[in-house]
């Protein structure tokens, strides 16, 4: 438990009184009297999780704005004590106007879900639609949808009900926001799209949330386009909505595909190997089932663990995607993985685009870990603001 004495004594005394007055099922009252989130029986009982659990965030974001509301202050103009500073977006909400403001051949396509698949970005992209969700956007977006719902259950026709609901939502936005009824209908009626704080949240968008991987898919640029080449059409893009001196100071975003995306590797086509010769240094065989074997390419790493040595020094190994096992969606190390002879102590793990300054004994270098350069002398690849030079340096310095 994550909570004092006295505190851990009253929540499992109200957890309890839930459970036996069948206000909770007993699923969740496990998850409730978990003693920790890691451990046999935390993977135990969490490794059923469904997506439907996620709902439970609806009562967090609502227990948070409550919370913010009560325990900060705000500054507030004369006569704005009425409205809310703090306020949650259903995703509803965040997806609907995601597909307004959005180009809808990129970021504002209808399903996302491809993706969510590659990219870590989609989670920035919905930060950045919130954001511009001001508290009377989110009204004028949500009665949007209920008006719609009314009008298509009826039969396309506007019903008292439709016009009663049209009428509290226009004084609403007049009492608190001190629109003007003939905007406010104007805008819940004939406008097919919410206005957003930004202008040129599209362009925006389109043009600063992608990376080389982004523009190859979007785009269908050739996969020999090379890096400088992309360099140039994301800064011409930036000089296309600002001015020069502020694109400049703009860097294409490191990461954003997901790695684990990339762990089942590529499928042989046209080499077919023998066994025994497929299982050479840089081949790994999987055995599916009786005379049926995959070869896998086993000369690429995951990542990069850094460990401390038993004699306190700080050295590299290279973790291989043919090192790892998936389970429940997780990546684990194989359990008859073997660590160097001299491995004590984990420090940390490296990935593509993860940021570094290592401490030498006369200087300090900076830069984004791009690849290994040779992992038997401890050299690895960095990059300085995502360009396409690089430059190897060993990592046998004090960190």
């Not at 209908?185 to 406008?191: G, S, T």
């Not at 919410?194 to 968008?205: C, M, Y």
């Not at 762990?263 to 042989?268: A, F, H, K, P």
């Not at 046998?396 to 960190?399: A, D, H, L, P």
């Given at each position: 438990?994550?909570?004092s004495a006295?505190?851990?004594k009253?929540?499992?005394?109200?957890?309890?009184?839930?459970?036996?007055?069948?206000?909770?099922?007993?699923?969740k009252?496990r998850y409730?009297?978990l003693?920790s989130?890691v451990?046999?029986?935390?993977?135990?009982?969490?490794g059923?999780?469904?997506?439907?659990?996620?709902n439970?965030?609806?009562?967090?974001?609502?227990?948070?704005v409550?919370?913010?509301?009560?325990?900060?202050?705000?500054a507030r103009e004369k006569?704005?004590?009425?409205?809310?500073?703090?306020?949650a977006?259903?995703?509803?909400?965040?997806?609907?106007?995601?597909?307004?403001?959005?180009?809808?051949?990129?970021?504002?396509?209808y399903d996302k879900?491809?993706?969510?698949?590659?990219?870590?970005?989609?989670?920035?992209?919905?930060?950045?639609?919130?954001?511009?969700?001001?508290p009377a956007?989110v009204?004028?977006?949500?009665?949007?949808?209920?008006?719609?719902?009314?009008?298509?259950?009826?039969?396309?026709?506007k019903?008292?009900e439709?016009?009663?609901?049209?009428?509290n939502c226009?004084?609403?936005?007049?009492?608190?926001?001190?629109?003007s009824?003939?905007?406010s209908?104007?805008?819940?009626?004939?406008?097919k799209?919410?206005?957003?704080?930004?202008?040129?949240?599209?362009?925006?968008?389109e043009?600063?949330?992608?990376?080389?991987?982004?523009?190859?898919?979007f785009?269908?640029y050739?996969?020999?386009?090379?890096?400088?080449?992309?360099d140039?059409?994301?800064?011409?893009?930036?000089?296309?909505?600002?001015d020069?001196?502020?694109?400049?100071s703009?860097e294409?975003?490191?990461?954003?595909?997901?790695?684990e995306?990339k762990?089942?590797?590529?499928?042989?086509k046209d080499?077919?190997?023998k066994?025994?010769?497929?299982?050479s240094?840089?081949?790994?065989v999987?055995?599916?089932?009786?005379n049926?074997?995959?070869v896998?390419d086993?000369?690429?790493?995951?990542?990069?663990?850094?460990?401390r040595?038993?004699?306190?020094?700080?050295?590299?190994?290279g973790?291989?995607?043919?090192?790892?096992?998936?389970?429940n969606?997780?990546?684990?190390?194989?359990?008859?993985?073997?660590?160097?002879?001299?491995?004590?102590?984990?420090?940390?793990?490296?990935?593509?685009?993860?940021y570094?300054?290592?401490?030498?004994?006369?200087?300090?270098?900076?830069?984004?870990?791009?690849?290994?350069?040779?992992?038997?002398q401890?050299?690895?690849?960095?990059?300085r603001?995502?360009?396409k030079?690089?430059?190897?340096?060993?990592k046998?310095?004090?960190?």
């Open positions: 438990m994550y909570l006295e505190k851990e009253e929540f499992k005394q109200r957890v309890n009184k839930l459970f036996k007055g069948n206000k909770i099922t007993e699923k009252y409730f009297m003693e989130l451990g046999e029986d935390a993977e135990k009982i969490l059923d999780w469904k997506t439907r659990n996620l439970d965030t609806r009562y967090i974001a609502k227990f948070l409550k919370y913010f509301n009560d325990n900060l202050y705000f006569g704005d004590d009425k409205r809310p500073v703090v306020y977006v259903k995703g509803a909400i965040t997806s609907s106007l995601r597909r307004q403001w959005l180009n809808k051949e990129t970021w504002g396509r879900g491809e993706l969510k698949k590659i990219t870590y970005f989609d989670h920035a992209v919905d930060a950045i639609v919130i954001a511009n969700c001001l956007y009204i004028i977006a949500a009665e949007n949808h209920k008006l719609r719902d009314i009008y298509y259950s009826a039969g396309k026709i019903t008292e439709y016009r009663k609901s049209l009428d226009v004084d609403t936005l007049m009492k608190y926001y001190g629109m009824p003939a905007v209908r104007k805008l819940l009626e004939k406008v799209e919410t206005p957003s704080l930004l202008k040129n949240i599209r362009f925006e968008v043009y600063r949330v992608r990376d080389y991987e982004l523009m190859k898919y785009f269908n050739d996969t020999k386009v090379g890096e400088d080449t992309l140039q059409i994301f800064r011409n893009d930036l000089y296309k909505i600002y020069h001196q502020f694109a400049d703009i294409m975003p490191i990461v954003s595909i997901k790695p995306r762990y089942s590797g590529q499928m042989v080499n077919f190997l066994k025994r010769v497929a299982n240094e840089n081949k790994y999987k055995t599916i089932d009786k049926n074997d995959a896998l086993n000369s690429y790493y995951y990542c990069v663990e850094v460990y040595t038993r004699s306190g020094n700080i050295d590299l190994q973790i291989k995607y043919t090192d790892l096992v998936n389970k969606k997780k990546l684990y190390l194989k359990p008859c993985y073997k660590y160097p002879e001299n491995y004590y102590k984990y420090i940390m793990y490296l990935f593509k685009g993860d570094l300054r290592i401490k030498g004994p006369k200087s300090t270098r900076l830069g984004f870990y791009k690849a290994v350069n040779n992992i038997n401890n050299s690895i690849k960095i990059t603001y995502n360009s030079y690089t430059r190897a340096f060993e046998n310095q004090q960190q």
